[in-house]
């Protein structure tokens, strides 16, 4: 019953964000889910997904080439696991990961933003998570 109702919720904020993210994108406005990962991820990821950041060379493993995952996963954006990946919930504490567990980060900048204001955190992080996804599957190559 839990993860069904936990699916739903995903569900409906993954297709507020794409309504709203491709709405915004339409009009030529504020582009969130770039906006996202440019702060975040192009760093290490590079600015057009590659995996040709200038932090690249710094890292334990090569950044990901996020133009390809599509084509790497028969076709399909694996969505699911990326959410997984970026949200971070699932990794040891201790693991080697270069990689930021966005999850636990975008949860404490919430935190610091939201000291006195009541705000669902699951759905922030949830928001947030989608956003850069929904822009992350619009770099896949055709």
């Not at 990901?64 to 959410?83: E, I, W």
Request: charged share 25%.
């Amino acid at each position: 019953m839990k993860t069904t109702r936990k699916m739903k919720w995903t569900r409906l904020a993954l297709a507020a964000v794409l309504t709203v993210s491709t709405t915004v994108w339409a009009q030529g406005k504020v582009d969130l889910g770039k906006r996202e990962f440019d702060t975040n991820c192009a760093s290490c990821h590079g600015v057009s997904g590659k995996g040709n950041g200038p932090l690249g060379e710094l890292l334990k493993r090569s950044a990901s080439d996020l133009t390809t995952l599509q084509k790497r996963n028969g076709g399909v954006f694996p969505m699911a696991r990326m959410y997984e990946i970026i949200e971070g919930g699932g990794v040891p504490e201790h693991g080697t990961r270069d990689m930021p567990i966005w999850g636990r980060e975008y949860s404490i900048k919430a935190a610091e933003y939201y000291v006195d204001a009541p705000y669902n955190q699951e759905a922030y992080v949830r928001a947030r998570i989608l956003t850069l996804l929904e822009y992350v599957s619009r770099l896949q190559v055709k």
